[in-house]
């Protein structure tokens, strides 16, 4: 990513369905593709990046719902097309009037993503971004089976007599806590 850049778009990333929220606060450079925020919101999330993904977004300069994507990949035979995700540029879509986009990662699982834009700010000397700022919550595992899947997930955890206990603990390793973030961990 070339450094010439002057601002940065604090996001906020959201998951959508899951209470308390899992959430985080990046700050990214204003010159990023969205296939650039895909990846940031892999390292965020805790995710391999082993599944389908795609934004949807209003193009301000038409104010029609764009998908917005992985030119060539298997979905985009639904029939509407698609922008790619290597050309579009967050500067050309995110506004202060038009903040919002839709994430969807792995069309099984559907993780819905909400992303916002909560300002425009000077690029800071001496940063390196992006940068995770702030946060609540582990990820959700991927290939959990969506937020019922995840829901179960958690009630098994707490009861370390669950049948499904040993096979969530060693698949997840010991050490996960689905309440621990911390956003000094995030290393993009």
């Known amino acids: 990513m070339e450094n010439t850049f002057k601002k940065v778009y604090q996001l906020k990333i959201a998951m959508k369905g899951i209470v308390p929220q899992i ?3 990046i700050q990214v450079p204003e010159n990023y593709t969205f296939l650039d925020l895909h990846d940031a919101i ?15 977004m209003l193009n301000p300069k038409t104010g029609m719902l ?3 994507g992985m030119e060539g990949d298997d979905y985009e035979a ?3 097309p698609l922008v790619s995700e ?3 540029k967050l500067s050309k879509y995110f506004t202060l009037e038009n903040k919002a986009a839709l994430y969807t ?3 099984g699982d559907n993780w819905q993503v909400k992303v916002r834009l909560e300002k425009i700010l000077p690029r800071a000397e001496g940063v390196e971004y992006p940068v995770c700022t702030a946060g609540k919550r582990a990820g959700v595992p991927e290939d959990i089976g969506g937020i019922w899947g995840y829901k ?9 007599k669950h049948e499904d206990y040993e096979d969530n603990v060693e698949w997840l390793g010991e050490d996960f806590d689905p309440e621990y973030f911390d956003p000094k961990d ?3």
């Open 23 to 25: 959430w985080r606060r």
């Open 42 to 56: 892999q390292v965020v999330m805790n995710w391999d990046d082993y599944h389908l993904h795609e934004f949807e």
């Open 66 to 68: 764009e998908r917005i």
């Open 78 to 80: 639904f029939g509407e």
């Open 86 to 88: 290597k050309k579009a």
């Open 105 to 107: 990662y792995d069309f």
């Open 152 to 160: 179960d997930l958690l009630e098994i955890l707490k009861d370390p």
């Open 186 to 188: 995030v290393s993009f």
